[in-house]
């Protein structure tokens, strides 16, 4: 079993940056692959970034490629998503959750989730 716990969310303007964190409890963090989602008040919770157990494949979503750049630390269980250039359609409440497959895009596919950091753009 893992527990995350997601952080660094908040209010930002557009144009700005944020970095959120991803804190794994359990042993075996390293073994799975990570990934972020979002849920925007509405809409569907949709599929943001993706980083294998080793950190050597990501995938993107069309939305936030060249913005957003996801990594992790396995020696200190945690993961990240940097998001810079931040736009007000960003705004959302934002997933980390973890997945036995290397690297899925797919929600279904995650085993563990965390509650969730809200993130606001404002214009």
């Known amino acids: 079993q893992v527990q995350l716990v997601e952080s660094g969310g908040g209010l930002v303007q557009a144009g700005g940056s944020l970095r959120l964190s991803c804190a794994a409890a359990?042993?075996?963090?390293?073994?799975?692959?990570m990934g972020w989602f979002r849920q925007a008040p509405g809409k569907e919770r949709e599929f943001v970034a993706a980083?294998?157990?080793?950190?050597?494949?990501?995938a993107y979503a069309d939305s936030v490629k060249g913005r957003f750049s996801i990594s992790r630390d396995n020696a200190k269980i945690t993961g990240f998503l940097q998001m810079n250039t931040l736009r007000p359609e960003d705004t959302a409440v934002y997933y980390c959750?973890?997945?036995?497959?290397?690297?899925?895009?797919?929600?279904?596919?995650?085993?563990?989730w965390g509650q969730g950091t809200q993130v606001t753009v404002s214009s």
């Open positions: 959750a973890v997945t036995k497959k290397s690297v899925a895009t797919r929600a279904e596919l995650y085993d563990y």
């Open positions: 359990g042993r075996t963090f390293s073994s799975y692959g």
């Open positions: 980083i294998s157990w080793s950190g050597s494949l990501t």
